[in-house]
Nanobody
């Protein structure tokens, strides 16, 4: 079983910065994609950023330039640096992993997808 634990959310004023972290734990052999999604009240969940194990990244519309995703493969941890935050960035931010390979009792499982429980980011003065 793989667990994703997010941290770093909170209340920040407009124009401020936050850094989210998500650590994956369990019998993990490799993770192909680590990503962040967000869901604002009354809205659908949307992509914030993804990062593949080779370093390629992708960002949601209009977020590149303010948000930066990074990861530490040795620690199975992904980060999201958020700068110049705006009230419309208020949302629950979820960590996501795709293409996870794990080994349990000698059996290898590949292609698994996991979600964290989310961390709330509130941008308000």
């Amino acid at each position: 079983q793989v667990q994703l634990v997010e941290s770093g959310g909170g209340l920040v004023q407009p124009g401020g910065s936050l850094r989210l972290s998500c650590a994956a734990s369990g019998s993990i052999l490799s993770i192909n994609t680590m990503a962040w999604y967000r869901q604002a009240p009354g809205k659908e969940r949307e992509l914030v950023a993804t990062m593949v194990s080779d370093g390629n990244t992708d960002y949601g519309d209009s977020l590149k330039g303010r948000f930066t995703i990074s990861r530490d493969n040795a620690k199975n941890t992904v980060y999201l640096q958020m700068n110049n935050l705006k009230p419309e960035d208020t949302a629950v931010y979820y960590c996501n992993t795709k293409g996870v390979t794990t080994q349990t009792r000698g059996v290898i499982y590949s292609g698994m997808v996991y979600w964290g429980k989310g961390t709330l980011v509130t941008v308000s003065s």
